[in-house]
């Protein structure tokens, strides 16, 4: 519990030893190009005519960066405000508050921990705090949630059902542009939708550590609110690019299991959080999740004798299993599947 980095960062002058990075994987230079052609994209317009123009938006943004943000989403602006104060005070929280959820065993329904995803395989420390827990069905995962701060289950409900709408419909644009048929998306493919919230505190040091490596997601696709500090970065064409904190937008990114499902065609990429000296930065991460027992696989109307399916059948559960041992490396998190055409 006293690893938590939210409760000892203010008594320390220097970046501890344990999270010091090696030279190669430090951020380098921190202020990198805060991408203005990460596409935001206006969902108020995706109605009507104008619905096939922002299909392909979405599809491009997709394709080219697998990353963009949406604006108009129809999350109301009071309840994304009323979540982040909500996750900033539950961070603040007096230690004794936090220690009830603290654990270091990962199959725990709600946990809040430390550092990086994997920590058998991570020898160096990364600068976050993280609380996760499920969100769907909303009654049966509510029992396990925090009660403090006392609105907590209240807030995170209403905006957990309001996220869940969001993913869906942007997932129902995405069947559209990809051709698959309606529904697709709906059923087992996104059941299972996990709530992570990053917590990083001013760093003493950001030259030397991350808030989190770099990865992709693991999931179907992700929607996360990082509010008005920036911290995300996006690997494309050989550098790092910032993407530009909009307070009442979401970023949407394209996790693995759709870049398998469209057969390669949309994108799933690298991405990191660096940390500043002056704020802290907590964001909320939406991961929609197909259910361990689905079966993942190239759409079918996606490939062709001339189009072959770049990967093989697998059910999502092997998929987590080996993800979390490649330890986060994306070339060795997606080999066991890949079919050499
Ligand atoms: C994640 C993630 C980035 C951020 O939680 O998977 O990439 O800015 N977070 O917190
Ligand atoms: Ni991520």
Not at 8 to 31: A, H, M
Not at 98 to 116: M, N, P, Q, V
Not at 199 to 213: A, I, K
Not at 216 to 229: E, H, K, R, Y
Request: hydrophobic share 35%; glycine share 6%.
């Amino acid at each position: 519990m006293e690893k938590l980095v939210s409760n000892w960062y203010s008594t320390v002058q220097s970046l501890p030893e344990s999270y010091v990075l090696p030279p190669d994987q430090r951020p380098g230079k921190l202020i990198v190009p805060l991408c203005k052609t990460i596409p935001v994209i206006d969902l108020g317009k995706a109605v009507g005519h104008d619905q096939s123009n922002i299909v392909q938006q979405i599809l491009d943004a997709s394709q080219e960066f697998g990353f963009f943000q949406v604006i108009n989403h129809g999350v109301s602006e009071n309840l994304m405000e009323d979540t982040r104060s909500l996750f900033k005070d539950f961070f603040n929280m007096p230690d004794e508050d936090k220690a009830i959820f603290y654990s270091e065993d990962s199959s725990k329904g709600c946990r809040l921990y430390t550092s990086s995803f994997n920590d058998a395989k991570i020898k160096v420390q990364y600068w976050r705090d993280n609380l996760r827990h499920p969100c769907h069905p909303l009654e049966e995962c509510m029992q396990l949630w925090p009660q403090k701060p006392t609105r907590y289950r209240e807030v995170v409900g209403k905006y957990s059902v309001e996220v869940r709408e969001l993913s869906l419909r942007i997932l129902r644009l995405i069947c559209e542009g990809l051709g698959l048929q309606p529904g697709y998306f709906g059923d087992e493919l996104t059941k299972f939708q996990l709530l992570t919230v990053n917590h990083y505190p001013p760093c003493p040091d950001p030259s030397l550590t991350l808030g989190l490596p770099k990865h992709c997601d693991p999931n179907l696709i992700t929607i996360l609110l990082q509010g008005d500090v920036y911290g995300l970065q996006v690997f494309k064409d050989v550098q790092w690019i910032g993407i530009e904190p909009l307070p009442n937008a979401f970023v949407v990114n394209i996790g693995h299991q759709l870049q398998i499902i469209s057969n390669g065609k949309l994108k799933s990429a690298e991405h990191r959080a660096v940390t500043n000296s002056k704020e802290a930065r907590t964001t909320i991460v939406t991961l929609i999740n197909p259910s361990f027992d689905s079966v993942i696989e190239s759409a079918e109307d996606l490939v062709s004798e001339c189009n072959p399916p770049l990967y093989r059948a697998f059910q999502y559960r092997e998929f987590l299993q080996t993800y979390s041992a490649s330890g986060g490396d994306t070339k060795t998190a997606l080999e066991p599947y890949k079919l050499h055409v």
